[in-house]
């Protein structure tokens, strides 16, 4: 269902902003959930920081354009993905995650989606310095490598995620 109320540029970003939080928090539940094996814990940190970068990244170009570029119209279709993306939910995926292979599946789901698609469309249209495509695709493609540290499937399937502590 399209929300009306998220049209703009600014809107965009906004819908933006919030996906990429929600993986940063899922992200951040991985390297407790898995903090008895430190491999995958620091996959999941180095995951979680990439995220960070991305929101940081895009506090920038938000915080550089003129306020009537972020009231333009955003063109609807990466509209519709970036509202997709906000839709995700970090506690319905920990939910459905009980070995180290299904958060690994779940991530590589996450990371295939729209909010990768959304993100190189952000950057490459509104950051503040030409940014070259292969640029943010290679970054993009260096943080969804970071899944490859999480070796073979047998091995994730042997590890159970731990309990949520507090």
Do not use: C
């Not at 509202?83 to 970090?90: G, I, L, Q, T, Y």
């Not at 599946?105 to 990371?111: D, G, V």
């Not at 950057?123 to 070259?132: Q, V």
Request: aromatic share 10%.
């Amino acid at each position: 269902m399209a929300l009306p109320n998220t049209r703009s540029v600014g809107d965009l970003m906004d819908l933006l902003f919030q996906a990429e939080t929600a993986a940063q928090t899922l992200y951040l539940q991985l390297v407790e959930a898995f903090a008895h094996e430190p491999e995958a814990a620091e996959v999941w940190w180095k995951m979680g920081a990439d995220e960070a970068a991305h929101i940081r990244l895009l506090e920038q170009i938000r915080a550089s354009l003129p306020s009537e570029r972020l009231l333009e119209p955003a063109d609807p279709l990466w509209l519709e993905q970036a509202r997709a993306a906000a839709r995700f939910s970090p506690e319905q995926i920990l939910a459905r995650i009980h070995t180290l292979e299904d958060a690994y599946q779940e991530a590589h789901a996450l990371e295939n989606g729209e909010i990768n698609a959304v993100f190189e469309f952000v950057m490459t249209e509104y950051f503040p310095k030409p940014l070259r495509a292969g640029f943010v695709r290679n970054m993009l493609r260096e943080h969804v490598n970071r899944l490859y540290g999480l070796r073979t499937a047998e091995w994730r399937r042997s590890i159970s995620k731990q309990p949520a502590t507090g």
